[in-house]
């Protein structure tokens, strides 16, 4: 019961910053635990940061101390700063509850994500 979408994504050199963020609905942002998930190409779904109402932090190793993940209650929305990016962080970038639940707009399990391209 809700969705999230997502925005932020573009193209961008090794070594530079991007910013996404996740709006949703007032049913997903109330569950406890929030994240950012990517595929890459020919991968699997990955979880690579999640908060929690407490302000908890996890990072997957491929991405601590590069990314930070935040979010402001006010406006329901998460954010996921990524610094230092590399070529390996290219992928579809991804929001949902951990464990994930169904946030299409549509109805569909995940949403549309959004690219990130990291590229020279």
């Known amino acids: 019961q809700g969705h999230v979408v997502e925005s932020g994504g573009g193209l961008v050199q090794p070594g530079g910053s991007l910013r996404l963020s996740c709006a949703a609905s007032?049913?997903?942002?109330?569950?406890?635990?929030l994240g950012w998930y990517r595929q890459a190409p020919g991968k699997q779904r990955e979880l690579v940061a999640r908060?929690?109402?407490?302000?908890?932090?996890v990072y997957a190793d491929s991405v601590k101390g590069r990314f930070t993940i935040s979010r402001d209650n006010a406006k329901r929305t998460v954010y996921l700063q990524m610094n230092s990016l590399k070529a390996e962080d290219t992928a579809v970038y991804y929001c949902n509850t951990d464990p994930p639940r169904r946030v299409g707009v549509r109805g569909d399990d995940w949403g549309q994500g959004t690219q990130v391209t990291v590229s020279s």
């Open positions: 007032a049913y997903i942002f109330s569950i406890n635990a």
């Open positions: 908060i929690t109402h407490g302000g908890t932090t």
